[in-house]
């Protein structure tokens, strides 16, 4: 008996023992299963969902970019609507039809920001007649339909601005304050006038616009009414101080200057000194008439100003003296060119004139009685026997006579 209770001790013993080991064993085992889960788990602590990530991470400021305007502006020269010219648009209901002697040319105006000519003759208003050579006054139809073409920046300042006397100033302000949006500058009815701002906007660009004439044919403003036109000779420091202030409150300036020599292709002396005191005194445009003829383009300043001496003239019924041809008188230039001002991400402004591009325009007539604008690449020798020879030879010896770069073709 004492034999069989110690085999079953040992065999109590030996489960035991057993049993104790598989308990280890399992042990061990979820010790080492446990850690692993830990890890896992706090791994998923420590890992940020992808809406935590996107809050702490700095966000990236993007790069300021500069601020670019711009605005177009269309040139041509001198609207002086002879009597011929205006017999030839009249209906027999004594109203005008300008379009098919005008569209040719015009139509390309509506293209721009601004569009500008010289309105030789003055709207003085049709009562007071309807008159030729040397006190013009035209009909004031002529002007609405330049304003329906687009042209929306007229200089009224030229030597015919008195040629009505007072009652031509009135009532051509009459008629322009009619049309608010169109600029014009040169002619005033009174002193508030003559001393309001010069200063426009377009497209975010400030512009300045002025004009001025030698003189007014001999005619003088009345007494007290000095203010009636803007006349430089005698008032050149007023003229130039007018531009430097300008210059400082607006991002471009531009002048129209009624100067030179008639029937010329040349620049006179005047045309040159004052040219260059405009550039100096801050004027970035400067368009110039009155010798009906065109004469060269040329920058001044390094590039800074760019002056057009003579655009010669947009439509006339001129009866040519012996000095020149009615070729000269009855070629003007077409101009283009693009104002650039950006503003740059720490403040600064820089400006510049872009793009600019030259053509001519031919006004046809048929014994002074008929007339039609054309483009020169719009002409065949039916019209104007010879016209690409004349046409290149004004390019090369006029337009490009001073400066040769610039583009041909609008």
């Given at each position: 008996m004492a034999k069989r209770r110690k085999r079953h001790l040992r065999k109590s013993i030996l489960y035991t023992l057993i049993t104790l080991v598989c308990a280890l064993a399992l042990t061990g085992v979820w010790a080492v299963m446990r850690p692993k889960q830990n890890v896992h788990e706090e791994t998923q602590k420590e890992t940020a969902s992808p809406e935590t990530s996107r809050?702490?991470?700095?966000?990236?400021?993007?790069?300021?970019?500069?601020?670019?305007?711009?605005?177009?502006?269309?040139?041509?020269?001198?609207?002086l609507v002879?009597?011929?010219?205006?017999d030839d648009a009249r209906l027999e209901d004594g109203s005008y039809d300008w379009h098919p002697m005008m569209d040719g040319i015009t139509d390309i105006a509506a293209n721009y920001d601004l569009a500008f000519?010289?309105?030789?003759?003055?709207?003085?208003?049709?009562?007071?007649?309807?008159?030729?050579?040397?006190?013009?006054?035209?009909?004031?139809?002529?002007?609405?339909?330049?304003?329906?073409?687009?042209?929306?920046?007229?200089?009224?300042?030229?030597?015919?601005?008195?040629?009505?006397?007072?009652?031509?100033?009135?009532?051509?302000?009459?008629f322009w304050k009619a049309h608010p949006e169109v600029v014009t500058d040169g002619i005033y009815v009174s002193q508030e006038d003559h001393d309001a701002s010069i200063i426009?906007?377009?497209?975010?660009?400030?512009?300045?616009?002025?004009?001025?004439?030698?003189?007014m044919n001999g005619n003088l403003c009345p007494p007290g009414r000095e203010y009636m036109v803007?006349?430089?000779?005698?008032?050149?420091?007023?003229?130039?101080?007018?531009?430097?202030?300008?210059?400082?409150?607006?991002?471009?300036?531009i002048v129209s200057i009624h100067w030179g020599t008639e029937y010329t292709h040349n620049p006179d002396e005047e045309q040159l000194r004052l040219a260059q005191q405009l550039a100096d005194a801050g004027a970035d445009v400067i368009i110039g008439n009155h010798a009906h003829n065109i004469q060269p383009v040329e920058w001044l300043n390094d590039g800074k100003?760019?002056?057009?001496?003579?655009?010669?003239?947009?439509?006339?019924?001129?009866?040519?003296?012996?000095?020149?041809?009615?070729?000269?008188?009855?070629t003007g230039i077409g101009a283009s060119l693009v104002l650039n001002k950006t503003i740059n991400p720490d403040g600064s402004v820089s400006t510049s004139i872009d793009d600019v591009k030259i053509d001519l325009l031919y006004t046809w007539t048929e014994y002074y009685e008929t007339f039609k604008n054309y483009w020169y690449k719009?002409?065949?020798?039916s019209v104007f026997p010879g016209y690409q020879e004349f046409y290149q030879h004004m390019i090369d010896d006029v337009v490009h006579a001073y400066d040769d770069s610039f583009e041909i073709g609008l």
């Open positions: 809050e702490e991470l700095p966000l990236k400021t993007p790069e300021p970019e500069p601020e670019v305007h711009t605005a177009s502006l269309f040139m041509i020269g001198d609207a002879q009597v011929g010219v205006s000519y010289n309105q030789e003759c003055i709207l003085g208003g049709d009562e007071l007649g309807i008159t030729p050579f040397p006190h013009f006054n035209c009909p004031q139809s002529f002007g609405e339909y330049m304003i329906e073409k687009g042209f929306n920046l007229v200089s009224t300042a030229n030597n015919h601005s008195l040629d009505k006397g007072e009652a031509g100033v009135e009532g051509s302000d009459a426009h906007e377009i497209n975010g660009i400030t512009y300045a616009f002025t004009a001025w004439t030698y003189d803007n006349q430089y000779r005698g008032y050149e420091n007023e003229m130039l101080s007018l531009v430097a202030e300008a210059d400082k409150e607006a991002d471009f300036v100003t760019i002056c057009f001496y003579a655009l010669g003239n947009m439509i006339n019924g001129q009866l040519f003296p012996d000095y020149t041809t009615y070729d000269d008188v009855s719009d002409l065949d020798d």
